[in-house]
């Protein structure tokens, strides 16, 4: 019988599931998003109300904290409806010594657009950076 109990223990701790783990290290050149949140509004430069989850009429604020920012560059952003097409495009160019900039895009909806989950993409000279999806709800 005590053999038995050690086989079983020794079969139960070699059948161990085993997890395997992926680790990378990136060290971006070049400004970056350090955070970015959507928001009902913006009060003194920072975000208030965050959420994903919006009605139909309100404003959505899309605060977006960069570090690195050093000269010339433009930011856009593109607000998707639920179909996949483009609800809005907004872009702004910004001429900066300092590294850390603070850029809002807002959006205001209105009670006819549809429901559902959108989605705002958000670009750097061109070049995808990240995106949020948000839910419009009536």
Same mark, same amino acid.
């Given at each position: 019988?005590?053999?038995?109990?050690?086989?079983?223990?020794?079969?139960?701790? #070699?059948?161990?599931?085993? !997890?395997?783990?992926?680790?990378?290290?990136?060290?971006? &050149? /070049?400004?970056?998003? =350090?955070?970015?949140?959507?928001?009902?509004?913006?009060?003194?430069?920072?975000?208030?109300?965050?959420?994903?989850?919006? #009605?139909?009429?309100?404003? !959505?604020?899309?605060?977006?904290?960069?570090?690195?920012? &050093? /000269?010339?560059?433009? =930011?856009?952003?593109?607000?998707?409806?639920?179909?996949?097409?483009?609800?809005?495009?907004?872009?702004?160019?910004?001429?900066?010594?300092?590294?850390? !900039?603070?850029?809002?895009?807002?959006?205001?909806?209105?009670?006819?657009?549809?429901?559902?989950?959108?989605?705002?993409?958000?670009?750097?000279?061109?070049?995808?950076?990240?995106?949020?999806?948000?839910?419009?709800?009536?």
């Amino acid at each position: 019988m005590r053999f038995f109990l050690i086989f079983i223990f020794i079969f139960f701790s #070699f059948c161990q599931r085993k !997890v395997e783990t992926i680790r990378e290290i990136v060290f971006p &050149e /070049g400004p970056m998003i =350090v955070e970015s949140v959507l928001c009902t509004k913006v009060v003194n430069g920072n975000p208030y109300g965050i959420s994903n989850n919006f #009605f139909l009429g309100d404003t !959505v604020n899309l605060w977006i904290h960069w570090m690195g920012m &050093e /000269g010339k560059n433009k =930011v856009s952003c593109f607000w998707v409806r639920p179909d996949g097409r483009d609800f809005a495009r907004d872009s702004i160019l910004i001429q900066s010594d300092s590294s850390k !900039v603070i850029t809002i895009f807002s959006v205001v909806t209105r009670s006819y657009d549809p429901q559902g989950e959108w989605a705002v993409e958000i670009y750097l000279n061109n070049t995808f950076k990240r995106s949020h999806l948000f839910y419009l709800n009536q």
